[in-house]
């Protein structure tokens, strides 16, 4: 966990040198789970045989216990395990991740190297099926479309199943549960009093336009907010604001442009405490 809060730390302290912005207001997440989601992996709709290797390799580590390892690393204080991609060449027998390395427990970069628990698994993924590991870092809206497009093998990237998604890829059985949590400043005491999602929503729904809350763009809490009939989110009045990363919109809500974020809730913490220890 402290190499992934170094990570973060280094995102954000960039941001925050950008921003020219002295801020030493606080990050709060409300602990309380506005959805409920799943995470699997996107295979490309020609290689059905990947899709076979795909899901017997996630009963695997399921069953032998080496996917709550992996877990352990992340959300337990354990020690990650970075991984190295190699070059693109056709010419050899590769498997070709399609990521986004802003996602942080689920991909980040420390270095040159990727870290986070889908990019473990791709590595193990690559070695089980004796190939050789390829990750293609892009934007996030841009991973399904790329398997899509067979210009990678596979998404791994914090994916939440949903029909669109289905559009460019099929999806592997489900590695992880993962649900959508609000982060506020902490002074802010709009939500201190609300303990259910309902209430939390209900709230959210009330806001009009002129409040602002960042997303991760493409990501699952951007359909929260601007709404999604495949996802059953009926979306917000307040303003959605896209960003590249959630780092980028917890900073860009403590400067005071704009008032929440919503995002992924593993990611939701590491970038908090990230973002607190930095103030």
Same mark, same amino acid.
Do not use: H, W
């Given at each position: 966990?402290?190499?992934?809060?170094?990570?973060?730390?280094?995102?954000?302290?960039?941001?925050?040198?950008?921003?020219?912005?002295?801020?030493?207001?606080?990050?709060?997440? $409300?602990?309380?789970?506005?959805?409920?989601?799943?995470?699997?992996?996107?295979?490309?709709?020609?290689?059905?045989?990947?899709?076979?290797?795909?899901?017997? !390799?996630?009963?695997?580590?399921?069953?032998? @216990?080496?996917?709550?390892?992996?877990?352990?690393?992340?959300?337990?204080?354990?020690?990650?395990?970075?991984?190295?991609?190699?070059?693109?060449?056709?010419?050899?027998?590769?498997?070709?991740?399609?990521?986004?390395?802003?996602?942080?427990?689920?991909?980040?970069?420390?270095?040159?190297?990727?870290?986070?628990?889908?990019?473990?698994?791709?590595?193990?993924?690559?070695?089980?099926? %004796?190939?050789?590991?390829? $990750?293609?870092?892009?934007?996030?809206?841009?991973?399904?479309?790329?398997?899509?497009?067979?210009?990678?093998?596979?998404?791994?990237?914090?994916?939440?199943?949903?029909?669109?998604?289905?559009?460019?890829?099929?999806?592997?059985?489900?590695?992880?549960?993962?649900?959508?949590?609000?982060?506020?400043?902490?002074?802010?005491?709009?939500?201190?009093?609300?303990?259910?999602?309902?209430? $939390?929503?209900?709230?959210?729904?009330?806001?009009?336009?002129?409040?602002?809350?960042?997303?991760?763009? @493409?990501?699952?809490?951007?359909?929260?907010?601007?709404?999604?009939?495949?996802?059953? !989110?009926?979306?917000?009045?307040?303003?959605?604001?896209?960003?590249?990363?959630?780092?980028?919109?917890?900073? %860009?809500?403590?400067?005071?442009? $704009?008032?929440?974020?919503?995002?992924?809730?593993?990611?939701?913490?590491?970038?908090?405490?990230?973002?607190?220890?930095?103030?």
């Amino acid at each position: 966990m402290k190499k992934l809060l170094a990570a973060v730390l280094t995102a954000v302290l960039t941001v925050g040198l950008l921003a020219g912005c002295g801020s030493t207001k606080t990050a709060e997440v $409300i602990e309380v789970d506005l959805t409920s989601e799943e995470y699997a992996f996107g295979v490309d709709k020609s290689q059905p045989e990947l899709l076979e290797q795909v899901n017997a !390799f996630i009963a695997k580590i399921q069953e032998d @216990g080496t996917l709550d390892e992996i877990f352990d690393k992340y959300f337990g204080g354990g020690e990650p395990t970075p991984v190295e991609s190699a070059a693109l060449d056709e010419s050899k027998d590769q498997l070709v991740v399609a990521t986004n390395a802003a996602f942080e427990p689920f991909e980040y970069m420390e270095g040159e190297n990727y870290v986070g628990i889908d990019m473990e698994i791709a590595a193990l993924l690559a070695e089980e099926l %004796d190939q050789e590991l390829v $990750i293609q870092n892009m934007d996030f809206d841009a991973v399904c479309l790329s398997v899509g497009q067979q210009k990678c093998d596979i998404a791994m990237a914090g994916l939440t199943v949903s029909e669109e998604r289905r559009e460019y890829v099929t999806f592997s059985d489900t590695y992880y549960q993962a649900s959508q949590r609000l982060i506020v400043p902490s002074d802010d005491t709009t939500f201190d009093d609300m303990t259910d999602a309902d209430s $939390i929503a209900a709230a959210l729904a009330e806001l009009d336009s002129s409040v602002k809350i960042g997303v991760q763009q @493409g990501t699952t809490g951007n359909s929260y907010v601007e709404g999604s009939e495949d996802l059953g !989110f009926p979306g917000l009045e307040a303003a959605c604001q896209t960003y590249k990363s959630g780092s980028l919109a917890v900073q %860009d809500m403590l400067n005071g442009n $704009i008032d929440y974020v919503i995002i992924d809730a593993a990611p939701a913490a590491a970038i908090t405490e990230a973002i607190n220890e930095m103030q």
